[in-house]
C-alpha cells in the first residue's frame, strides 16, 4: 500500500509549513507557507548565506529604516527560493505589527505582491497572509477585489472565519495545535484525534462553508501528531511541518477520508457584524488569547530578524 502521505495527497492539497529548502524539495508539497519565524530560521541556515549577503548589500544601499527594508527583503527571497520548488502558492506574511491597521496592511499587502513581480513571480503564485483581527480581514476584503489572494492567519474560532468568508478570503489557516495547547494547558485533560477541540473546530468551519457554498478554502495550520492530521483528511488543504510530512510518508496504513463537502449537515448562515465579531472573541478567551499571542510571537521574531539584519548592516 501507498504511504499515508500519498493517501493524503489524493484528497487533501498537501502543503509544506517550512522554510527548508532541502525538505520541500525532497517532500514535493503543491504549496508552501511562511510566517516571520520560518524567515528567521531559514536565514540562519547555511543554504541562504549568499541570499544574505546579497540582501545585507543591497540594504547599505538603502536610506530610511534599512533593516526593516532588509528583512522585508529576506522575507521575499525566501519565498522566491521556495517558489522555484512548487507548483502551487507561496504565502508571505504582512508585518504583524500592523495587525489592527487596515490601510498599512493593504499596502504591504501591495508591496509584497510587486516584490515578487519584480522577480518574475506572478501575483497568481503568491498568498499574502494577514492576521484574522477585524482589521485584517478588512485589509484582504480589499486586496481580494485587487485580485490579490490572501491567507488569513492566526484563525482559532468560528467567529474570524465566518468573518474572512465573508470578506471574500482566498483562504483561512485555523491553527489545530495552538487550539490544542490552550484545552490542555487550562483542563489537564488529555485529548484524543476524535476530541481534539483543534480538530473539531476545523471540522465545524468546513461543515460551515461547505453548506453555504462558501468558496474560502480551508487549510488546516499547526499540528502537533499525525492523529490531527489523520483526523482532518479530505480538507481543503493542510499545511503540515517536515518532520510530520515525514511520518505521514513512512506509514503505510490505510488513511481514510473523514472531511467531505459532499456529506455536510445543513446549518444556518450567521450574519457577521464588527460588534458581533468583537462580542463573540471577547466571549471565546482561547480564541482572543491564542491570537493576541499569535502576533506577538511573530512580531517579536521580526524584531529578532532586523536586530540580526542591523548588526551585519553595521559590520
Not at 449537515?265 to 450574519?271: C, K, L, S
Request: net charge negative; hydrophobic share 45%.
Amino acid at each position: 500500500m501507498v504511504s499515508k502521505l500519498e493517501q493524503l495527497r489524493a484528497m487533501t492539497t498537501v502543503v509544506a509549513d517550512t522554510g527548508d529548502i532541502e525538505a520541500v524539495a525532497r517532500l514535493k508539497p503543491t504549496d508552501c507557507t511562511t510566517n516571520p519565524s520560518i524567515v528567521l530560521k531559514a536565514v540562519g541556515n547555511a543554504q541562504f548565506a549568499d541570499t544574505v549577503a546579497e540582501a545585507i548589500a543591497w540594504g547599505k544601499r538603502q536610506s530610511g529604516d534599512a533593516a526593516a527594508a532588509v528583512a522585508d527583503r529576506l522575507a521575499i527571497s525566501v519565498g522566491a527560493e521556495l517558489a522555484k520548488l512548487v507548483p502551487g502558492r507561496v504565502s508571505t506574511e504582512v508585518d504583524a505589527h500592523l495587525s489592527f491597521d487596515t490601510q498599512p496592511s493593504i499596502a504591504k499587502g501591495r508591496s509584497i505582491v510587486a516584490a515578487y513581480d519584480e522577480r518574475g513571480i506572478a501575483r497568481d503564485r503568491i498568498l499574502i497572509k494577514l492576521a484574522s483581527t477585524w482589521e485584517g480581514i478588512r485589509a484582504a476584503e480589499v486586496l481580494q477585489k485587487e485580485g490579490i489572494d490572501c491567507n488569513l492567519t492566526l484563525l482559532f474560532s468560528k467567529a474570524q472565519a465566518i468573518a474572512c468568508g465573508d470578506a471574500g478570503a482566498f483562504l483561512i489557516s485555523p491553527f489545530v495545535g495552538r487550539i490544542l495547547d490552550w484545552h490542555v494547558k487550562a483542563t489537564g485533560n488529555a485529548f484524543t484525534p476524535e476530541t481534539d477541540p483543534g480538530v473539531r473546530s476545523v471540522r465545524e468551519i468546513f461543515a460551515y462553508y461547505k453548506s453555504q457554498g462558501i468558496p474560502t478554502v480551508v487549510m488546516g495550520a499547526s499540528f502537533r501528531n499525525v492523529g490531527e492530521i489523520e483526523a482532518l483528511a479530505g480538507c481543503d488543504r493542510l499545511t503540515i511541518s517536515p518532520a510530520l510530512l515525514e511520518e505521514l510518508a513512512s506509514d503505510h496504513g490505510q488513511l481514510d477520508r473523514r472531511l467531505d463537502a459532499d456529506q455536510v449537515p445543513a446549518m444556518d448562515r450567521i450574519e457577521m457584524s464588527e460588534a458581533k465579531f468583537r462580542w463573540m472573541m471577547n466571549e471565546d478567551q482561547m480564541a482572543s488569547e491564542k491570537l493576541a499571542e499569535g502576533i506577538r510571537g511573530f512580531a517579536k521574531d521580526l524584531l529578532t530578524l532586523r536586530a540580526m539584519v542591523q548588526r551585519q548592516l553595521a559590520a
